[in-house]
T-cell receptor, first 112, second 114 residues
C-alpha cells in the first residue's frame, strides 16, 4: 500500500516567518515529488516539483528531498497571509508519473 | 494563462442516476486525468487517459465509471449508477507530458448524490 503521510496541522506561523511543511512516503522507488497548494473549496495548484536529492528553490519556496529517509519538505520564507491554505504532498510511484498519491495535507495559517 | 475548464461546477443527482462530468483540457496537452476528493479526505487518483485510451486506473475506477474523449476538446467522466458514496469533488487535470512535471487541475465539479 503506497502511503504519503503529512502532519495535518493546523500549523500557524506569524507573517514574515518561515513555514516548514513535512511529508514522508512509503514507496522507496518513488521518483517524482510535488507540492500543491489548495485553498478551501478550490482545486490543487502546483507549487513545486522535485526529482533528485537536495534542495530546489523557486522564489520564496524551497523543496527538499531526501530519498534515503523517504522525506520531502517545503519551506516557505517570508510567509504571507495569502499563503494560508492546505499544502498537499504528492508522489508518483516508480515508472508511473501519470498516477499521483496525495497526502492528506497540512493546513497552514499565516497570522498577520 | 491556459485553464482546464470543468462543467458543471455543482451537480445534484438522485441515487441510481447516471451523471456525466465534463472537462475541456488545455489545448496542447496530451494526457488527461480524473481525480476525486471526498469532503475532508485526500485527493484520490481515478484514471489517466492518453492517445484515446485509458493508460492507468485505480481500484476506485470500477465498471460504474467510464471516460471518453468524444471530440478534439472535451474529456468526460461518466458514472453509470450513482451511489451516495460517489458524492465528492471531481477534478479533471491535464499535462503536456506524462505527469512528470505535474498537472494543471480544473476548478472541479462538486457532485452530490441524494
Amino acid at each position: 500500500q503506497k502511503e504519503v503521510e503529512q502532519n495535518s496541522g493546523p500549523l500557524s506561523v506569524p507573517e514574515g516567518a518561515i513555514a516548514s511543511l513535512n511529508c514522508t512516503y512509503s514507496d522507496r522507488g518513488s521518483q517524482s515529488f510535488f507540492w500543491y497548494r489548495q485553498y478551501s473549496g478550490k482545486s490543487p495548484e502546483l507549487i513545486m516539483s522535485i526529482y533528485s536529492n537536495g534542495d530546489k528553490e523557486d522564489g520564496r519556496f524551497t523543496a527538499q528531498l531526501n530519498k534515503a529517509s523517504q522525506y520531502v519538505s517545503l519551506l516557505i520564507r517570508d510567509s504571507q497571509p495569502s499563503d494560508s491554505a492546505t499544502y498537499l504532498c504528492a508522489v508518483s510511484p516508480p515508472g508511473s508519473a501519470r498516477q499521483l498519491t496525495f497526502g492528506s495535507g497540512t493546513q497552514l495559517t499565516v497570522l498577520p | 494563462e491556459p485553464e482546464v475548464t470543468q462543467t458543471p461546477s455543482h451537480q445534484v443527482t438522485q441515487m441510481g442516476q447516471e451523471v456525466i462530468l465534463r472537462c475541456v483540457p488545455i489545448s496542447n496537452h496530451l494526457y488527461f486525468y480524473w481525480y476525486r476528493q471526498i469532503l475532508g479526505q485526500k485527493v484520490e487518483f481515478l484514471v489517466s487517459f492518453y492517445n484515446n485510451e485509458i493508460s492507468e486506473k485505480s481500484e476506485i475506477f470500477d465498471d460504474q465509471f467510464s471516460v471518453e474523449r468524444p471530440d478534439g476538446s472535451n474529456f468526460t467522466l461518466k458514472i453509470r449508477s450513482t451511489k451516495l458514496e460517489d458524492s465528492a469533488m471531481y477534478f479533471c487535470a491535464s499535462s503536456t507530458f506524462g505527469g512528470e512535471y505535474g498537472y494543471t487541475f480544473g476548478s472541479g465539479t462538486r457532485l452530490t448524490v441524494v
